[in-house]
């Protein structure tokens, strides 16, 4: 039971409400192929580069976020799921809070086997219109973002989780593009940490 109130306890501590508009103090992006950014090698990001996969699901993420830390199981679980389905998770830190050291500790600590970006000027926050980590977006070949919000439904509002997870949003989002079906819902309110 301490160990369940403690856990609580840092989740609300390390998270706030997504109920904000957040305001980033740079870019307006409307086309996401004029985004630059890098991943931790330096490398520069191109989005053109995602219309080989079937579907690419941007996952926004803070290594001090107490959420990011409880996920990093589920999103390597379907990484590994939909690799050979030509479906990509990637995540992204948003703002320059964190070093490239401090970035990689997290994914080392937390074994997450994905790309990470930098979004240094919130391009892809503002693009996506972004608000909380950890949150996702998932766009089809063609750029359209075909699901965002949560991962799944744990968490029901800060603090308060469910016993049983009974319904995996961005599960379901990958198997009705490797199904061709269609999706039973589309949009989801994800809560987590403010992004800053």
């Known amino acids: 039971m301490l160990r369940f109130l403690l856990g609580t306890i840092l989740i609300i501590a390390g998270c706030q409400t997504s109920n904000q508009n957040p305001i980033y103090p740079y870019l307006n992006v409307t086309n996401p192929i004029s985004i630059q950014v890098s991943n931790l090698k330096g490398e520069t990001f191109n989005w053109e580069n995602l219309q080989q996969n079937k579907a690419t699901a941007f996952i926004f993420i803070s290594p001090e976020c107490p959420l990011c830390e409880n996920y990093s199981l589920t999103i390597n679980t379907l990484q590994k799921q939909f690799k050979n389905e030509k479906i990509e ?63 799944d439904n744990w968490i029901q509002a800060l603090g308060i989780k469910r016993r049983v997870i009974t319904k995996f949003y961005l599960e379901e989002a990958f198997q009705s593009i490797v199904n061709n079906t269609p999706l039973s819902i589309s949009k989801t309110e994800a809560i987590g940490c403010l992004i800053e």
Request: hydrophobic share 40%; glycine share 4%; net charge negative.
């Open 89 to 151: 998770l990637i995540g992204i830190v948003p703002g320059n809070y964190y070093s490239v050291e401090q970035i990689d500790s997290f994914l080392t600590t937390y074994q997450l086997n994905i790309q990470v970006l930098l979004d240094t000027q919130y391009a892809f926050c503002n693009f996506f219109n972004a608000k909380v980590t950890p949150e996702v977006f998932v766009v089809n070949a063609k750029s359209e973002t075909i699901y965002e919000g949560k991962i």
